[in-house]
């Protein structure tokens, strides 16, 4: 019972610290982006909206368009169009305007990144405060804020490194099938999020 009530108090502390730190996003999440206007900006819109008019229209190959250099295809190969972020915008936008759907993610990649490294430090140093306190600098790091204000929609979602350090960890407790699975699992989510985490997980 008191476990299950301090993750609560813990999670209302980092929805607390996302406010904080995004203000006056909370009374604009619906028309507005916490972001600067600059070509990364535009090009994370770009590719969001790319991957939707793809999949909305039955397009056969996502990697692909003709809607930049037209008449000529363009390769996406390296365009960022990473396919969890862009699935997850891809569902939020069916019910959401374009602004609400990016500061949803936004608010998902802080609760999600505070969350499990809270998990994870708490699972090394045997202290939920001490664990609490790392999931909150992790999550509000410099580097975080940076890639939001940048526009930067994929880097923000630093959360699959805990996830994937969390999977290494239940891999040599416990080695097994399902925790193998596990590993390779959030090893997959890293890498379709941003191939930079993947790498990143890797050198881990």
Do not use: K
């Not at 090394?124 to 939001?148: D, Q, V």
């Not at 959360?159 to 040599?172: C, G, I, Y």
Request: aromatic share 16%.
């Amino acid at each position: 019972m008191w476990a299950a009530a301090r993750r609560a108090i813990g999670w209302i502390g980092y929805l607390a610290a996302f406010v904080f730190q995004t203000f006056p996003l909370v009374r604009h999440a619906n028309d507005s982006l916490p972001a600067r206007f600059s070509p990364d900006l535009e090009h994370s819109l770009w590719v969001q909206w790319w991957f939707a008019t793809a999949i909305g229209s039955g397009a056969h190959d996502l990697f692909r368009s003709s809607m930049i250099d037209y008449p000529r295809s363009v390769d996406l190969q390296l365009a960022d169009l990473n396919l969890a972020v862009n699935a997850a915008f891809y569902a939020a936008r069916s019910v959401l305007d374009t602004p609400a759907s990016w500061n949803l993610l936004l608010l998902l990649s802080f609760l999600l990144a505070a969350s499990l490294t809270w998990r994870l430090a708490e699972r090394l140093s045997g202290s939920a405060a001490a664990g609490w306190l790392a999931g909150l600098f992790f999550a509000a790091s410099p580097y975080w804020i940076a890639s939001m204000l940048n526009g930067w929609c994929y880097l923000v979602h630093t959360w699959t490194l805990p996830l994937v350090l969390l999977a290494a960890l239940a891999v040599r407790d416990r080695p097994g099938l399902r925790s193998g699975a596990w590993l390779g699992a959030s090893l997959a989510i890293a890498f379709h999020v941003t191939p930079y985490y993947f790498l990143y997980a890797a050198m881990l």
